[in-house]
């Protein structure tokens, strides 16, 4: 009985050792804990939302599989990137990491994070010390980190060659995700015992990437008039970028920055991404107004900058000119400039109402006073252009080029009165009346009187002054050497691709 009773005590005295040793390694139940966000899994660590450029796989295989010891590992998560951020090679990576890196395309790592539970580096007596060896795309990252019972939020560098991307999806349609895997070898260091388990609760991975970059085009003109010079130089680089944007071309500035976000949410989604660049042409760059004021949704689609060349933001006298002339029969003008281009027919036959009516200096200054400035959070950019290149005064055929059809005898002169007109005409007024005709009779006529001459000489492109390229809430980066067409060239689609970089390190 003594016996019996010394036992009983010594097991007492004893237990919590007894006990102490039976849990040094773990019992493979995960703790609940309550439940106070709102994603899948028991960690204490909410994902984030995802971006265009930061990804998250919440649930699916190799994710909240309670604590699992190494027979039912390793763990294999699969991780989606839905951005295309350049051109890929057919296993997803990309085709020139390190010059898109090297210009400022993308960031050179990614960044990925996981909360793991129960990761028991400290060991126990008796034990070895639990390793849990990760791998992203069957590159080794390391081991986790945590400790007993408690979850750890852990993070990895990784360089951007090991992620694998999607390529680009078609208009309306996003891109196929690229599936990228993470593997966890559990307790590494047991065998062949199994000492330790654990969980994990979510993955994340992000980086940085430019935005994608659209190309909007003018009055009469559709994306074929970005060919050669932009198209060949965004073509040249591994930018997401697009000119497929045709737009109604003589529509009104409103009607087209509806058309315009319709075309550009498509687009983007096509790229999976939900920032992007304009660069609009003349009157491009209205109607890019128009959809930042009137349709824009930063939540389908944020314009992080938008680059406007030549666009009549205070109208152009030529459209002042063109309307007037075609509301008339045998419309004059005492400014023999004004009537030389009437005489002559340069103010052309192609632009048509009601894009033609929108450009003038009244309907623009209606615009401005309704959208004086843009929606927070967008850049807006300017450029102007002369096309007087050797500042003579007068222009030359070649200084015409692309804007006046190249007519021996006939572009030189048309260009010089193109010139001085947009140059020193203020505003015109229109008189409507009778007079005599020339022949004989009387006549309807319209007297295109100019109602004021510019206090100073308005350098222009021949169909925009430098003023008027200057929107009201704009900044103005510089008046090209160049004319309304020419100035879309190379080294401008350059410059504008550097800024960008500039303002949005790999944005």
Not at 190 to 197: E, G, K, L, R
């Amino acid at each position: 009985m003594k016996k019996e009773l010394y036992g009983f005590i010594v097991s007492i005295l004893f237990l919590p050792t007894i006990l102490m040793a039976q849990d040094r390694r773990d019992s493979g139940r995960l703790p609940v804990a309550p439940n106070t966000h709102s994603h899948a899994g028991s960690s204490p660590f909410s994902p984030p939302d995802e971006e265009d450029t930061l990804f998250v796989m919440d649930r699916g295989t190799g994710l909240d599989t309670g604590c699992t010891f190494r027979s039912g590992g390793p763990l294999r998560i699969r991780l989606l990137v839905k951005r295309f951020v350049g051109d890929v090679n057919a296993d997803g990576a990309l085709r020139d990491p390190g010059g898109m890196v090297a210009r400022g395309y993308i960031s050179p790592k990614a960044h990925l994070r996981l909360p793991a539970y129960d990761i028991d580096v400290a060991g126990a007596p008796g034990y070895p010390p639990e390793v849990d060896r990760i791998f992203f795309n069957g590159h080794d990252l390391g081991t986790l980190s945590g400790g007993n019972n408690i979850w750890k939020l852990n993070s990895f560098d990784l360089p951007i060659e090991w992620v694998k991307f999607p390529s680009r999806g078609s208009a309306g349609s996003p891109p196929t995700p690229a599936v990228n895997e993470i593997q966890i070898n559990i307790d590494e260091a047991s065998a062949p015992d199994q000492n330790w388990c654990m969980s994990v609760d979510w993955v994340q991975v992000d980086f940085k990437a430019i935005a994608p970059v659209f190309l909007v085009h003018g009055t009469n003109a559709d994306s074929d008039t970005w060919d050669p010079n932009f198209t060949a130089f965004f073509g040249s680089t591994p930018v997401p970028w697009s000119n497929d944007i045709n737009l109604t071309r003589n529509g009104t500035i409103l009607g087209n920055g509806t058309l315009l976000a319709n075309r550009l949410h498509a687009l983007a989604l096509s790229f999976g991404a939900k920032k992007g660049h304009i660069i609009a042409h003349s009157k491009g760059g209205l109607d890019t107004r128009a959809y930042l004021n009137n349709n824009y949704d930063p939540d389908k689609l944020k314009i992080l900058s938008a680059y406007t060349l030549s666009s009549p933001h205070r109208g152009t006298i030529l459209s002042d000119i063109i309307v007037a002339k075609r509301a008339s029969t045998n419309p004059e003008s005492p400014n023999s400039d004004i009537q030389y281009l009437i005489d002559n027919d340069w103010t052309w036959f192609t632009p048509q109402q009601p894009a033609i009516g929108d450009q003038t200096t009244v309907a623009m200054a209606a615009f401005n006073a309704r959208f004086p400035s843009l929606p927070g959070g967008v850049r807006l950019y300017n450029y102007g252009a002369d096309a007087d290149l050797n500042d003579d005064g007068t222009i030359s055929g070649d200084e015409a080029s692309g804007v006046i059809p190249n007519i021996p005898f006939v572009a030189a002169p048309a260009g010089t009165v193109l010139y001085r007109v947009l140059g020193n005409v203020a505003s015109i007024t229109v008189v409507r009346g009778t007079r005599p005709g020339r022949l004989w009779g009387t006549n309807s006529f319209t007297s295109i009187d100019v109602a004021a001459a510019n206090p100073a000489f308005h350098q222009n492109d021949l169909v925009v002054s430098v003023p008027s390229s200057r929107a009201p809430s704009g900044t103005f980066l510089g008046q090209l050497d160049a004319n309304h067409g020419s100035m879309k060239s190379q080294a401008l689609a350059q410059t504008i691709l550097q800024r960008i970089v500039s303002d949005f390190p790999n944005r």
